[in-house]
């Protein structure tokens, strides 16, 4: 098994090697990559060129073969390899095309931030060149390499290890396969740091959202933001959340209009024709996050028939939230968001509580944990976020002093 990842249908944009690109491409000498409009042309280009790039991969591997006109010559059922294609998120902001919703793309739990292509070729694939409309989740890709290489992945993973997928394979060999999975789940928060670390507020100018996921302002400006934190914006000390962003926008003169905040933690659970979204969302005169509930109606149809999911308060889109739309749901609603709201409490409720000392997840703290503490911490100097128990963001003695009193105990299932 081999795994290709590119970078470079991502930001910063930036101008692909005009022989990977077709013919008659628009020059983009001269963008400055920064401007909306130049990033949407760029992310095109961006996208052909590593399209161009998974050909060669293919070529060089000796999966395919170069036509004399320049195309791929590539018979799928004629090899021995299967291949994936699938996109880790969706489209950051600027590269967004109508009918998604830019304001809800990348870092975000709705149809625009989730949803992304996933193409599978190979001699396993029966009656190929067609569309599985069924829901798939990114973690159905591990069960897939288990079916492929003959593999049980629920006998041989531990039973300590929870596994969300479901099989895969039967949508490739059987062409008039049923849904399987029933329910997709997914979620975001902001990252991992260290407890005394504050990650200074960006400013994406694009969908106009401040967030505080980037610790550096060169990430931030890398990301077409502003940024608010030392030596930004604000001034020499910066400012510490976004809240405090738009308290300084509305405090110039003329006053500016306030920025959208990204929520610090989102999940989503859809089924086939529903979606429950649930936000924590900061309310800047609390100081405290307020829990917010949406639901949608959603489907995959092409074009401008697609039904995606528009939240309250979306700057020139009409939202979709039934909740908002519509209060008194209809009996078919009603029982779909009940079975939504359950089956996401019964998930949230089979995470297990933490369990300091067990750092490979086995959900038991013993000397393998001991001997892996020691690796991670002399790696990198102990600059890591692996048996960190403590979020100080050193993995030290404190993290072993952890490990030694829990040794030998079984972790908690769940709450």
Not at 7 to 17: G, K, L, R, T
Not at 45 to 58: H, N
Not at 156 to 176: A, E, F, G
Not at 188 to 217: E, G, H, R, Y
Request: overall charge negative; hydrophobic content about 35%; charged content about 20%.
């Amino acid at each position: 098994m081999a795994t290709v990842s590119y970078s470079s249908a991502h930001a910063p944009y930036q101008q692909p090697p005009t022989d990977l690109l077709p013919p008659l491409s628009a020059d983009t000498n001269g963008f400055n990559c920064t401007d909306t409009g130049q990033q949407r042309v760029l992310s095109n280009q961006m996208l052909e060129a590593m399209d161009k790039e998974l050909g060669r991969v293919m070529v060089e591997v000796g999966l395919a073969t170069r036509k004399l006109d320049g195309t791929l010559d590539y018979h799928p059922e004629a090899t021995n390899t299967m291949v994936v294609i699938i996109g880790d998120n969706g489209t950051f902001a600027p590269g967004v095309k109508a009918p998604f919703d830019p304001n809800h793309a990348k870092a975000t739990v709705y149809q625009t931030g989730v949803w992304v292509p996933l193409v599978v070729a190979g001699p396993l694939v029966n009656t190929p060149d067609r569309e599985v409309t069924h829901m798939v989740n990114i973690a159905d890709l591990f069960e897939l390499f288990g079916e492929i290489a003959g593999v049980d992945v629920h006998k041989v993973v531990p039973q300590s290890h929870i596994l969300d997928s479901v099989p895969m394979l039967r949508y490739l060999t059987k062409p008039n396969q049923e849904s399987i999975r029933k329910t997709n789940f997914t979620e975001t928060a902001n990252n991992l740091k260290a407890t005394d670390v504050v990650i200074s507020p960006c400013v994406v100018t694009a969908v106009n959202t401040c967030l505080q996921l980037f610790p550096q302002s060169q990430l931030c400006a890398a990301e077409g933001g502003v940024w608010y934190g030392p030596q930004g914006a604000a001034g020499d000390q910066g400012l510490t959340s976004c809240c405090a962003v738009n308290q300084f926008l509305a405090s110039q003169n003329p006053p500016q209009p306030p920025a959208i905040i990204l929520p610090d933690a989102q999940l989503a659970i859809r089924n086939d024709n529903f979606k429950l979204v649930q936000l924590q969302q900061p309310n800047c005169t609390t100081g405290k996050d307020d829990t917010v509930t949406e639901f949608y109606e959603i489907n995959e149809a092409p074009g401008l028939l697609v039904k995606i999911d528009v939240p309250p308060n979306t700057p020139n889109r009409q939202t979709t939230d039934l909740l908002t739309l519509q209060p008194q749901l209809t009996s078919t609603q009603k029982t779909n968001f009940k079975s939504l709201s359950d089956k996401l409490q019964s998930l949230l409720d089979s995470q297990p509580p933490p369990c300091p000392g067990d750092g490979n997840l086995d959900m038991v703290v013993n000397e393998e944990d001991n001997e892996n503490w020691q690796f991670f911490s002399t790696e990198n100097g102990g600059n890591s976020s692996w048996y960190d128990f403590n979020l100080d963001g050193k993995t030290d003695g404190l993290d072993q002093l952890a490990i030694q009193q829990n040794l030998r105990t079984k972790c908690p299932k769940k709450n």
